[in-house]
């Protein structure tokens, strides 16, 4: 018997565990795939403070973008410089741009407003971070925290680097196992009912990411996540780098926050480690629907080439989408469900799971092993949508 | 506009629907990625007309060509990368045209006939200039007159190792050898000889032994060694699982191997058709008796529905244009069909690829060539937790760079432990983002304003 159950092996899951069996709780990771083959796996790595609006997610994220570092770190320790934690850390920087100058004024605005490390970038000074930027934007915000991370091998080294550095046995996974269930001891939470027989624990963490939903309704109780559908355009290698940030239009900002069940597209480039360029992104709730949308390549494929007019030459040879885990407030679910002991909730993230996970695995072990969290769970809680919660 | 059908895909299968088609009155529009019609197998050099034509069933394959020319708009040199079906039930074939800008073709019905690709293994060596795929070295011959080599080894499973090395020989390289790794058959108990192709098979073993080519069982070639490019290869003799039992030495330029084909499905994927695992475990389109998948208004034909050869393709494509056009399908068609079918399927069991192989790779020796992957690093995802291909994909990139898992898809599944899963590839070809983003919301083109090349002569 396990201290702790994880459901999911995305990246939530595996910083939940990995924190976990830090803190000396031993942990078992369920997941009915492979590592990081949902979400994860289909997202672009982002570890971003800049697109947060002042408020609890900010603060998260903050905490968030520290804990990456030094897990990136304590792997290079152990590895060797420039390994880049097993997972390619990339502490590149992000680069916001405006359009016009009434949005620069906006995004000056906001940087003041969110008390981050950031630099303004004037029109003409643009070029200088990023020499390949489209003629005539007007200005941008550079946030030197902000990062990426190859996401499914994140999640696989915060497992494996759990598993082998707190004691042996400590985190066991489990692969191709569903859970279909859960067991109850009186009012709790004891286990997970799966494909391979009861695993019994002494909490259950779920961290299944956009199907958090599915597994809290196994337990009884309701969670609204969503999927919200992201494609992103994957280009052919290029000979050499052509972008050096993270680079997005201020319109991202907006539809993150945004509501709407319709299409919304805004510019998000950035180079890999492999010399490919990632190019997002989408946001649509329509389901689990995986059809690709000629349209919405089109539109992402005509964003990045006003940015860069540049990658008008270069060829797009692969596409994937994912299913973003959407809550109606577009914040994560992170703690003790109060409507069903043992049981814990650590989903719902949206497009931001990437760069919230260590935050979330650390507060969660914190909560699990009876410290007060370092930030308040509050806004996270898992019972604030319903009607009749306080 | 919109066409009644458009087929993707200029090879026996393809032009055969295209024609029987536009026969019976249908307007159609046949786009192929090629300059000229021919696909893998009737592959030809602009000025045939030569001994090359009277190659069986090439001469007869121009003439149908030349007849579809005259009632379908052929787009050549057409790469179609993606196909979406309409609100209204029709299609758009997206499309880089001949200069790269984009074109979109309307259609009321479709009929995929996209052929199939080699399967290679990776062994030691295998991305050294001078290692081909056996249809690369054929295609090099038959598209473009070159012979790739001097001295030539042939290796890998199945009857199409045959028609490569007679063609390689008769075009003057010296084929040292040719070494199929299943054995127990010999020419002399050839499958073509029990299915009726006696002459066929008759006429490959009289090429190769004119030519003093050795035609060896139960060997492979497990590994090619040389600097920069091919020296020599090692040739080694096999148990039935293909576990290596001995080991030569053999000096060479040239090296064509090939273990069979991949069924080329994408574009039936991206539409949603269902798929079955044909007998060799690859995944390929499932049709009924008339050629329909299961999208209503979608037809497949030839290797995408199970690779039997370019007889059965053809069979297949003229049953799939009596089915579009609403035509009734006469039994002795099916009836050939069905046989044929067998026959495919009974090549299949009889050149199977055994696990052996992966016994033949080092820890260095490169799965994916694009994204130069080793055998070290699927195995190290595989370690961290990946469970399946696809997250072998994702934690060591094999598959994800130009040819998109076409050249080791087949491998990696291998080593994964899984059956080959359909290749989802929304992008089927590279685009440019620039045709891409003038792509406008899927706004077709006019395809009859673009220059349309001369069908195939």
């Known amino acids: 018997m396990s201290d702790v159950i994880v459901v999911g092996a995305g990246v939530v899951g595996a910083a939940c565990a990995y924190y976990a069996a830090r803190a000396g709780l031993d942990v078992t990771v369920i997941d009915r795939g492979p590592v990081a083959g949902g979400t994860t796996g289909s997202g672009e790595g982002n570890v971003l403070v800049s697109d947060k609006e002042p408020g609890p997610e900010l603060e998260l994220a903050v905490l968030s973008n520290g804990l990456w570092r030094s897990l990136a770190e304590r792997h290079d320790r152990q590895a060797g410089p420039g390994a880049h934690g097993g997972f390619e850390f990339e502490a590149k920087g992000g680069l916001v741009v405006a359009e016009t100058d009434e949005i620069q004024r906006r995004l000056v605005e906001l940087a003041a407003e969110q008390g981050l490390e950031h630099v303004l970038v004037s029109g003409p000074e643009l070029r200088d971070y990023e020499p390949r930027l489209a003629e005539g934007l007007a200005g941008g915000v550079l946030y030197p925290q902000d990062a990426q991370v190859q996401p499914m091998l994140a999640a696989a080294r915060l497992l494996r680097d759990g598993a082998d550095s707190f004691g042996r046995g400590t985190l066991h996974l489990r692969l191709g196992v569903t859970v279909t269930g859960f067991v109850h001891s009186g009012e709790r939470v004891t286990g997970v009912r799966t494909s391979h027989g009861d695993v019994l624990g002494g909490a259950v963490i779920n961290a299944a990411g956009t199907w958090g939903g599915e597994v809290a309704a196994l337990a009884g109780v309701t969670l609204p996540i969503l999927p919200r559908r992201g494609f992103i355009l994957v280009t052919e290698p290029l000979p050499e780098p052509l972008i050096k940030h993270k680079v997005y239009t201020a319109a991202y900002v907006t539809n993150v926050a945004s509501d709407s069940a319709d299409l919304e597209t805004s510019a998000v480039v950035e180079g890999t480690p492999a010399g490919t360029v990632l190019i997002g992104a989408s946001r649509e709730r329509v389901g689990f629907d995986r059809t690709t949308s000629v349209p919405v390549l089109a539109r992402l494929a005509a964003q990045a080439v006003a940015l860069f007019p540049a990658l008008r030459e270069a060829r797009a040879i692969r596409s994937y989408c994912g299913f973003r885990p959407y809550c109606p407030d577009h914040l994560p679910v992170i703690g003790a469900d109060p409507r069903l002991p043992g049981l814990y909730h650590a989903c719902g993230h949206e497009g931001a799971g990437i760069g919230l996970a260590p935050a979330t695995g650390h507060l969660l072990a914190q909560v699990l092993t009876g410290q007060t969290p370092d930030l308040d769970l509050k806004p996270f809680r898992p019972d604030r949508f319903s009607e009749d919660s306080p | ?457």
């Open chain 2, 1 to 457: 506009m919109t066409y009644d059908l458009v087929v993707i895909g200029g090879g026996p299968a393809g032009v055969a629907g295209a024609l029987t088609a536009a026969l019976a009155g249908l307007r159609v529009a046949l786009i192929d990625s090629g300059a000229r019609l021919g696909g893998q197998y009737f592959r030809h050099a602009a000025a045939h007309g030569t001994g090359h034509a009277a190659e069986s069933g090439l001469a007869r394959f121009l003439r149908l060509g030349e007849r579809l020319g005259e009632r379908a708009d052929l787009l050549l040199r057409h790469q179609v990368w993606h196909i979406s079906q309409n609100d209204g039930g029709d299609f758009t074939v997206h499309c880089n045209g001949p200069d790269g800008g984009p074109v979109a073709v309307r259609a009321r019905r479709l009929l995929i006939a996209t052929g199939a690709h080699d399967r290679p293994l990776p062994f030691p060596g295998w991305d050294l200039p001078g290692v081909l795929t056996a249809g690369g070295a054929q295609a090099l011959l038959k598209g473009n007159g070159v012979v790739p080599g001097r001295r030539v080894v042939v290796g890998g499973t199945g009857p199409f190792l045959l028609p490569v090395a007679t063609g390689l020989a008769e075009a003057g390289a010296r084929v040292l050898g040719v070494y199929e790794a299943n054995g127990g058959l010999g020419l002399a108990r050839h499958p073509l000889l029990a299915m009726g192709k006696a002459g066929e098979a008759a006429g490959y073993a009289a090429t190769l032994a004119r030519h003093l080519v050795p035609y060896r069982t139960r060997r492979a070639v497990v590994a090619a060694h040389g600097e920069r490019e091919v020296q020599a290869v090692t040739v080694a003799r096999l148990d039935q699982d293909w576990n290596v039992l001995a080991t030569r030495v053999v000096e060479c330029d040239t090296v064509a191997v090939g273990y069979g084909f991949v069924p080329q499905i994408e574009l039936g994927l991206q539409l949603g058709c269902g798929t079955r695992q044909d007998v060799d475990g690859s995944p390929v389109l499932s049709v009924d008796s008339a050629q329909r998948t299961t999208v209503p208004g979608v037809w497949a034909a030839g290797e995408p529905t199970g690779v039997g050869g370019w007889q059965l393709s053809e069979l297949e494509g003229r049953i799939a244009g009596r089915s579009i056009a609403e035509r009734p399908v006469a039994g002795v068609l099916t009836r050939r069909r069905d046989r044929g079918r067998a026959f495919g399927a009974a090549l299949q069991r009889a050149y199977p690829v055994k696990a052996g192989w992966q016994g033949w790779l080092r820890a260095d020796t490169l799965v994916c060539r694009c994204e130069e992957v080793p055998l070290a690093r699927v195995r190290e995802a595989r370690d961290l937790g990946a469970t399946d291909a696809r997250s072998v994909k994702l934690l060591a990139r094999p598959g994800m760079g130009w040819c998109q898992g076409r050249i080791c898809g087949y491998a990696v599944s291998c080593l994964a432990g899984e059956p080959q899963q359909p290749s989802r590839r929304p992008i089927a070809q590279p685009v440019s983002l620039g045709a891409l983003a003038d792509t406008a919301d899927g706004i077709p083109d006019d395809p009859a304003t673009d220059p349309v090349d001369d069908p195939a002569h």
